[in-house]
């Protein structure tokens, strides 16, 4: 039976993890069981049941007050995706016992990890390869929605 994923993209503060949350209160009311991935080493809380938190493999605050590294924010984020990367055993041990076969990944929104790195293509093939079917979901405030020139830099 095929699995499921979606990739929920977008800047900070753009939805993700509020339409992560409504996507799993809309399923539970049809009986259906949607799981939720945290991707964001640098998330503090959520408004829905995790089945997998990256902050169990790897933190950014834990990455930013080693001495040794010497990262700020958006290195430490950097740091802890690259580390995921070098990491998918890590998760394939947590989805390859799952019998649900529709699985959220709630992704950081820092867009250089989008452009600048290849962890997100990465973590793709690494799902096809373990039979998933991948869409990306971006999510941009509505505000953006508004102006013509706000929505194309989004």
Request: hydrophobic share 40%.
């Amino acid at each position: 039976m095929p699995r499921y994923a979606q990739l929920v993209m977008g800047p900070a503060g753009s939805g993700k993890s509020t339409y992560c949350s409504t996507l799993v209160q809309h399923a539970e009311t049809l009986n259906r069981s949607v799981q939720v991935v945290n991707l964001d080493p640098a998330a503090e809380h959520f408004n829905y049941p995790v089945l997998a938190d990256i902050r169990e493999l790897i933190q950014v605050d834990d990455v930013m007050e080693d001495d040794s590294l010497r990262f700020g924010p958006n290195g430490g984020l950097v740091f802890c995706m690259e580390y995921f990367a070098n990491n998918f055993d890590w998760l394939e041990d947590t989805l390859g016992h799952m019998e649900d076969d529709y699985i959220l990944f709630d992704c950081p929104g820092q867009i250089e990890l989008y452009t600048h790195l290849p962890v997100m293509k990465q973590l793709v093939d690494q799902l096809q390869q373990w039979e998933f079917r991948v869409c990306g979901v971006f999510l941009v405030d509505s505000q953006f929605m508004v102006e013509s020139f706000k929505f194309i830099s989004a």
